[in-house]
């Protein structure tokens, strides 16, 4: 019998439901919706990066048992944040939804909309970032003026998507015809691809070259080795440079560093203003949390003492210390605990950095490859015996790959000793997995993202 999505859904969550406790279920089932069955994977849309995360650690094994069931074969379970509510902030999840500002303005079809939440009032400033912010503002008031390009890199989670955003609402708001576009470099690819195949090359450029008072695009390395597409963003960004239109950009490198990008865009890159944001100092780090703090109301909920612990563990950007907060919030209100110190360690047990008097990375005891093998399993929802099988189905491969690599990455084994672990394959076998999974993790960011926060399972207690 064939059950379309919406019924394997409905008898999805009707079996998850007697097994788990009904706030469980609330919280992670019921918003949960499905987005896709194809062939073996069965994608569900659920409301926002955390819930991704927390999802894929926890929930993948049960809801794969269980869809197994439903479907009569194995399936792999696959969070991916829901489309319709990407443009939601991640910390709405938890307070009232602030009163929306609908219909801006007749936004230009490419246009992403900005974040409520990335604005200058919520953006705290210290030294590391003190001088890009500078630049944003000199370039918020004064458009097409003093500095552009605007090229602002830095390495993840440190602000810089804030940041363009915030640049974007200044100029909104003082003057509400003028046309923002702010797109993601992704996307930019994407639609010049489309735009090639679908031959809309034409209506690509108006909306692009003609349609556009302030161009903010997001993580310009993604351009790296598209030729065709980089073809394109050259001529946008001379039309627009010439209409003296303010053009801002963001990347994980500066302009020299990145190799795969035609000379004359990073010369261009460097015509105006390069700032770099940078990782944050332990005051600086205080004062960001303080900060969510008091726009979240969490002043009684959240003490001092406890964000104080947070900035002082946590140190690799803003985005980690947002999501401990999110994460602590949640451990608390599930087990219905007061916010502690000791809580805290708790609950963000896997992000805390062990105090380096005790433990130093060297030091740190390497998993083991069962544990690697396990961990995997779960969060691409197949079982470790799987991983180990001779099988070739797709819902294997991936996840078996990832493994492999892991297991050379992370445990730096001998690619002999990999391909016995896993089934006894050969050493070809297992260099192919780790080349492809290589590739794959420089092209795909949520794919990295997924790796990312296996690597650090891994080295949880
Ligand atoms: P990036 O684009 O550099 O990867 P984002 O701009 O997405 O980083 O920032 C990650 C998160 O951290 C966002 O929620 C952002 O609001 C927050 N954030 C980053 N820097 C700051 C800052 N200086 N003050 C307040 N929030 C910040
Ligand atoms: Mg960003």
């Not at 949960?32 to 994977?41: C, F, M, S, Y």
């Not at 440079?241 to 460097?270: C, H, N, W």
């Amino acid at each position: 019998m064939q059950l379309s999505l919406k019924e394997a859904w409905t008898r999805i969550l009707d079996d998850v439901r007697k097994e788990v406790p009904e706030k469980d279920f609330k919280a992670w089932f019921e918003p949960a919706k499905p987005v896709a069955l194809d062939g073996d994977r069965l994608v569900l849309g659920v409301p926002d990066e955390f819930a991704v995360q927390w999802n894929e650690a926890k929930h993948v094994g049960l809801v794969a048992r269980h869809a197994e069931r439903a479907l009569g074969r194995p399936i792999a379970i696959v969070f991916r944040v829901d489309e319709e509510r990407l443009a939601r902030p991640q910390m709405d999840f938890f307070v009232a939804p602030p009163p929306s500002q609908a219909a801006v303005m007749a936004p230009n079809p490419s246009a992403q909309p900005l974040n409520e939440r990335y604005t200058f009032e919520n953006f705290v400033i210290g030294k590391s970032n003190e001088l890009a912010a500078a630049a944003a503002h000199a370039v918020a008031e004064a458009p097409g003026k003093l500095y552009n390009p605007l090229f602002i890199y830095g390495a993840t989670g440190l602000g810089k998507t804030h940041l363009m955003q915030a640049v974007g609402h200044i100029v909104q708001k003082r003057t509400p015809g003028l046309r923002v576009l702010y797109v993601g470099a992704e996307q930019f690819i994407n639609e010049v691809i489309e735009g090639i195949h679908g031959r809309t090359m034409p209506e690509l450029r108006r909306r692009y070259r003609t349609e556009v008072d302030l161009f903010l695009v997001d993580d310009v390395h993604f351009l790296e080795g598209k030729e065709a597409t980089q073809e394109e963003f050259f001529h946008t960004f001379n039309t627009l440079y010439e209409a003296k239109k303010q053009i801002v950009l963001t990347s994980d490198r500066p302009p020299k560093e990145m190799p795969g990008l035609e000379a004359r865009l990073v010369s261009r890159f460097e015509w105006g203003m390069v700032a770099d944001v940078g990782q944050p100092d332990l005051e600086h780090r205080i004062a960001i949390l303080r900060k969510k703090q008091e726009q979240d109301h969490l002043e009684t909920t959240i003490p001092d003492e406890v964000l104080g612990f947070i900035a002082e563990h946590v140190q690799s950007n803003v985005r980690e210390l947002e999501g401990c907060i999110i994460k602590l919030l949640l451990y608390a209100s599930l087990r219905h605990r007061e916010i502690t110190i000791d809580l805290a360690r708790e609950a963000l047990a896997d992000k805390i950095r062990p105090g380096q008097e005790t433990q130093t990375s060297a030091s740190r005891q390497l998993p083991s490859i069962d544990k690697v093998q396990d961990v995997v399993a779960r969060r691409w929802g197949v079982t470790p015996e799987g991983l180990r099988s001779k099988a070739r189905i797709k819902t294997l491969t991936v996840p078996r790959q990832i493994a492999m690599y892991l297991a050379r990455e992370v445990l730096q084994m001998q690619l002999v000793e990999i391909g016995q672990a896993f089934g006894g394959r050969d050493h070809s076998t297992v260099i192919h997995s780790v080349d492809k999974v290589q590739r794959q993790l420089q092209r795909d960011r949520s794919f990295r993202e997924r790796v990312e926060s296996a690597r650090q399972e891994l080295y949880a207690p």
